[in-house]
């Protein structure tokens, strides 16, 4: 069966000749005549010329003769200057041809502007999968960042908290060891009608006089208030000891150094006095007891 073109296939089916130059000059014209009709012929036109221009570099370059490229020339230049836009690239494409410069050109030849668009898309879509790509690894990161900021604060907390346990047991281990002194002392101090609940433990080292009370059941002192220690020798005024608060609880721990004088005292009291603690004391006993 014959396929019978219309008017408008077969200028499309002359637009590739006619990129080529070689349409007979009415062909030419009738085509030329579409074009200025049809923008769909000529986008394409435009497209087939564009690589008709650059066929002459698909190939190997080559340096044609003297003769042969005077002769392109002068056939360039006498072509009509009211040429259409079509015989202006041909003429281009024999003077490039014929006057190749020895900058390095592609052999590239440019594909038709339907596939470029193509292409284009492609790039938008990898673009965009290459954004989520990289924002999907900016919240990773930011999340892991997270983790490691917790997990630093969290290994600080534990540092010093080992750090206080190590001392709490350096403590205690010295405490133990001062207790265990063939030359520590002990008495018991026990609550009076003011903190009748209340009870201590003081122990001492005779030759060094170093001390260390541990009281409980105290009430907590009033504001601008402290307790304080005292050692009371028979027949002298009772010397001042250290001052000290007691937690929530009641609980408390002097650390104290005796007085030369002191390490002799049969009585210890402990009374509520100002809060950095007075010569002779003021306030009542709260604990008092014996020296064993």
Sequence with gaps: MVKILSRHEEYKEMLVPHALGALEPDEARSLEEHLEQCAECRDELDSWQETAATLAYAADAAEPRAELRARIIEQARKLPQSASNNSERQR???EIGANKDSATRSNV?????????????????????????IAALAIALVIQWQRTNTMEAELARLSRQNN????????????NQFLAS?????????????????RARLAYDHNTGRAMLIADGLPPAPAGKAYQLWFI?????????????????????????MP???????????????AGGVPPPEGKAFLQGKAS
């Design 233 to 257: 020798v028979e027949g002298k005024p009772p010397m001042p000891g250290g001052v000290f608060t007691t937690d929530a609880q009641g609980r408390a721990e002097l650390h104290d150094q």
């Design 182 to 198: 063939p030359n520590a002392r002990l008495a018991s101090l026990s609550g009076t009608e003011m903190a009748k609940d209340a």
């Design 109 to 133: 030849i440019p594909m038709p502007i339907a596939s470029r668009s193509a292409w284009s898309s492609a790039q938008r879509f990898g673009a965009i999968a290459a954004s989520l790509i």
């Design 92 to 94: 281009d494409a024999l």
């Design 260 to 274: 030369p004088e002191g390490r002799n005292a049969g009585i210890f009291a402990v009374t509520l006095e100002r």
């Design 164 to 175: 206080e346990t190590q001392q709490e047991l350096a403590q205690l281990r010295d405490e």
